[in-house]
């Protein structure tokens, strides 16, 4: 398994439970800087409820709770007394299913710049622009900004949900299946504005798609029935996988 | 099971025409332009007159001051139920909703009478407690349930995924409410106050018992006045039967249901175009 000194996230002994029912398993993970982490594995095998972890959007489901630790830049995100706001400031996220505001395309993206304070105009719509273009919809939106986002295409709404997260300047992006409900061109879009991203941003995508894994991934975390099975670079676990599972879900012989 | 279907249209119908015929005679004698004036004196020695303006300012005065009441309270109390409430505080609170809904108009009439009206005369130093604002106090308490119920639905139908997605980005609970999800639910919300409003104007008994029935055109909350419910509710008793006096009452009812006809098909467009969504 791969192990960095300079990790951004380290998660260690890792334990959750919605109620009675365990939902991950003892897992223990680093997380490069400024790398893409693809979580893959069969559907409820727990890595959705993982990606959840980072930015504690699991504390809104009643009855859940964990054991062990998630450290961000080496502080314990579930130590008593931590700033969940600035967490999620510092953690953004996008959803699987695109879930733009019925709010115009600017209220949008300039929704989290105002909840953090940012009221002077002039300031407001540079923030726009400049989270718009690194989303790659600017050109597409420029002259629609009054427009209710309700009305952009799919891939559209999806990149301006991206915009939005970019918007309060994140430095780990949280990926639910980002391009699954998306038509395959839109997905290419995606997969190359994550290519972009990753300069900037630590991003951790799950996906359900092993190519977009391979494609877009410089790591691999295989996870089954909760437990972190393998997790490797992408080239190694999608070429020679040491496990015979992560064989079996690669090769397409089961999940 | 399709004449039951249709049944209250028919009567709705037949309520109309009934009214409408009840009323034609007014138009020959003594004219419809007699309406259209400030004085409601029906019964007098020298000149009967029957302007409904000051029953209509009666209402309209009622009805404002009721939805004033009505909005903060019936929306702060949706809001908190279906997005704050803890489990077992829906439990208490719901019911007693669901109670007060059920409260018949003269128990509220008469709480009004014994025990509201003496609190506002005493409070505001006026000569009397029977007024606008005693009805209105009154009547957003009994509409007030109508209010929270429809717009609980609609911020309950608020998609989940809006305010996950504002969470994530950092808002509290508050502004992920205030911000999202109140502004997705205001068609419902919107809906929920007008058919609260229709149920306002529609209530006779309570403005019957504490407005204080003076009809005269006032703006004031602190005056009496008298709604044009319960105008009829007073006179029909003991007007004659195909009199003048009779025969404007059928158009006070007829301006009645035009307006609250007018309030709920506005609801339900409203409604409608929420779901559509």
């Keep these: ?235 190694k676990i999608f070429r020679n996988p040491e496990i015979k599972q992560t064989e079996d879900y690669i090769t397409g012989r089961f999940g | 099971m399709s004449i039951a279907a249709s049944a209250s249209i028919i009567i709705v119908f037949l309520i109309f025409i009934f009214l409408l015929k009840e009323a034609i005679p007014f138009i020959s004698n003594p004219g419809l332009n007699e309406l259209f004036s400030s004085n409601w004196i029906p019964v007098s020695f020298q000149k009967e007159q029957f302007g409904i303006y000051p029953l209509i300012s009666g209402s309209v005065l009622v009805t404002v001051i009721a939805t004033v009441l009505l909005i903060p309270f019936g929306v702060i109390a949706a809001v908190y139920i279906s997005e704050i409430a803890l489990g077992f505080e829906k439990e208490i609170l719901k019911p007693f909703i669901e109670i007060l809904a059920g409260i018949p108009s003269v128990v509220i009439g008469f709480f009004g009478l014994v025990v509201l009206s003496p609190i506002i005369k005493g409070l505001f130093n006026l000569n009397t407690g029977l007024t606008a604002l005693t009805g209105a106090v009154l009547l957003a308490l009994m509409a007030i349930p109508t209010v929270i119920t429809i717009s609980e639905d609609a911020i309950r139908s608020v998609p989940k995924s809006y305010k996950e997605a504002s969470l994530a980005l950092g808002a509290s609970r508050l502004q992920t409410i205030f911000r999202i999800t109140v502004p997705a639910a205001l068609p419902g919300i919107i809906a929920a106050i007008m058919l609260g409003m229709g149920r306002v104007i529609g209530e006779t008994m309570v403005v019957l018992m504490v407005t204080g029935n003076a009809a005269k055109i006032s703006w004031n909350p602190f005056d009496s006045v008298r709604t044009m419910t319960a105008t009829i509710a007073a006179e029909m008793g003991e007007v004659a039967i195909g009199s003048t006096h009779y025969s404007a009452l059928f158009w006070v009812g007829i301006i009645l249901m035009i307006i609250t006809f007018g309030l709920n098909i506005v609801a339900q467009k409203v409604l409608k175009k929420y779901q559509m969504r």
């Design chain 1, 1 to 235: 398994m791969v192990n960095f000194n300079d990790s951004k996230i380290t998660v260690e002994n890792l334990n959750f439970y919605y109620g009675k029912v365990q939902a991950l398993f003892d897992i223990n993970m680093k997380i490069s800087e400024k790398k893409v982490t693809a979580l893959i594995g069969p559907s409820g095998c727990g890595k959705s409820t993982f990606l959840r972890m980072f930015n504690r959007m699991n504390d809104i489901i009643d009855g859940t709770h964990h054991t062990g630790s998630v450290l961000i830049d080496n502080r314990d995100i579930y130590k008593d007394g931590i700033d969940i706001v600035a967490l999620r400031k510092k953690v953004g996220m996008v959803f699987q299913k695109s879930n733009p505001f019925p709010k115009s395309v600017f209220d949008n993206a300039a929704y989290g710049p105002r909840i953090h304070g940012v009221k002077d105009k002039a300031n407001l719509y540079e923030i726009v622009e400049k989270s718009l273009k690194d989303a790659a919809i600017w050109n597409e939106v420029k002259d629609r900004l009054d427009e209710n986002a309700m009305g952009l295409s799919g891939g559209q709404q999806q990149r301006l949900c991206i915009a939005r997260a970019l918007a309060v300047e994140p430095e780990i992006l949280l990926m639910d299946e980002p391009a699954s409900a998306l038509d395959p061109k839109s997905t290419a879009r995606i997969e190359d504005l994550i290519g972009t991203l990753k300069q900037k941003y630590t991003i951790i995508i799950v996906t359900h798609n092993m190519q977009q894994a391979s494609r877009v991934s410089d790591y691999t975390a295989f996870f089954y029935e909760g437990k972190l099975i393998e997790y490797d670079y992408t080239d």
